[in-house]
């Protein structure tokens, strides 16, 4: 459960946030305008903000700018346009991800997890098997060895490790971890590589990193040699 300011100029939009969101438990708020958005942000400051990118009295970059003047709340942008010149122009603006219009309540919903994991406070970390990822000073270690990951690496890492046991398919990395609604998955599989060999492991051999050919990678407990998973070291705080 998170509280939501909803930034959108039409009504039935505002309408239909509040019906999806509040089915995941989320507390809505809305503003018909940036301005009130920004005075709303101020006054009942939200877990999060979904900004419409198309507002009548500020465009995009503009309503971003303002709003990182009065509260450093993780902001979503829904936009119209798919292309990447405008996604890479909202996400250097400030914004901490974006959906593309027209998007359902299901995945509004899957983004604002996503963006609230990322941004979770400093107690958050991650724990599957021997791997302890702390997102609050992006740190990881392996049965308590410090590993030396990239940025990129990390978002990685901690993008699956937030979803132990499950296939993440290439599409949401791209969109999570690279910020691209599409691209090369030769990029992920480079990744993917670099990370493996990181933790001591190989594609023949995989502990950590589980390639699903043709839909994803997982991220799961190392196999026992009977071939059951360790005993689960749980997950804390991720927020």
Request: net charge neutral; glycine share 8%.
């Amino acid at each position: 459960m998170a509280r939501v300011l909803v930034v959108e100029e039409d009504p039935l939009l505002r309408s239909a946030a509040i019906a999806d969101l509040s089915k995941w438990s989320h507390a809505v708020r809305t503003a018909a305008t940036a301005l009130d958005g920004i005075r709303e942000l101020g006054s009942n400051p939200p877990q999060i903000v979904v900004l419409d990118s198309g507002l009548p009295d500020l465009d995009g970059p503009q309503a971003l700018r303002m709003m990182r003047t009065v509260r450093d709340t993780p902001v979503i942008v829904a936009t119209d346009c798919d292309d990447e010149a405008e996604i890479t122009r909202l996400l250097q603006a400030g914004a901490d991800d974006y959906v593309v219009k027209p998007y359902s309540g299901e995945r509004l919903a899957a983004r604002i997890a996503a963006v609230l994991r990322r941004t979770a406070g400093p107690a958050a970390e991650l724990r599957v098997g021997g791997l302890l990822v702390d997102l609050a000073r992006r740190s990881v270690t392996l049965d308590g060895r410090p590993l030396a990951l990239t940025r990129r690496e990390f978002d990685l890492l901690a993008c699956l490790a937030a979803r132990p046991g499950e296939v993440v398919s290439r599409r949401h990395l791209l969109t999570e971890v690279w910020h691209q609604s599409c691209g090369d998955d030769q990029t992920i599989d480079v990744h993917v590589s670099w990370l493996r060999r990181k933790l001591g492991e190989t594609a023949a051999k995989p502990r950590y990193l589980r390639t699903i050919r043709g839909v994803g990678v997982m991220l799961d407990r190392p196999l026992t040699s009977g071939g059951l998973a360790t005993p689960a070291a749980g997950q804390a705080g991720a927020g």
